[in-house]
Nanobody
Framework: QVQLVESGGGLVQAGGSLKLSCIASVFTFSSYAMGWFRQAPGKEREFVTAINWSGSSTYYADSVKGRFTISRDSAKKTVYLQMNSLKPEDTAVYYC???????????????????WGQGTQVTVSS
């Protein structure tokens, strides 16, 4: 079983920053592409960003480009989401996801991922 454990969420004022972490309980972490999704109350879960096995390729939703950065550390089996210039519209539960299926434009779809974390709440006040 692959388990993903997320942390780093919290309450922050608009314009502030947060860094989320997701630790994967899988030995071959470098073989997995990783992604972040988010879900606001009453809304569907939406794609935020994804990163390939080596960290050389990434995708970002238009709404977070220039503000959010995804990265990974194979030694720590961890993927990060650095969030800067946060807006109230960023308020949501953020979910980490993993897949061994490859890395292409399908990474923007929820169906591409095999494993999901429990989610961590991010609240941005105005």
């Amino acid at each position: 079983q692959v388990q993903l454990v997320e942390s780093g969420g919290g309450l922050v004022q608009a314009g502030g920053s947060l860094k989320l972490s997701c630790i994967a309980s899988v030995f071959t972490f470098s073989s997995y592409a990783m992604g972040w999704f988010r879900q606001a109350p009453g809304k569907e879960r939406e794609f935020v960003t994804a990163i390939n096995w080596s960290g050389s390729s990434t995708y970002y939703a238009d709404s977070v480009k220039g503000r959010f950065t995804i990265s990974r550390d194979s030694a720590k089996k961890t993927v990060y989401l650095q969030m800067n210039s946060l807006k109230p519209e960023d308020t949501a539960v953020y979910y980490c996801a993993a897949t061994s299926k490859g890395f292409d434009s399908r990474m923007r779809l929820r169906s591409a991922y095999d494993y999901w974390g429990q989610g961590t709440q991010v609240t941005v006040s105005s």
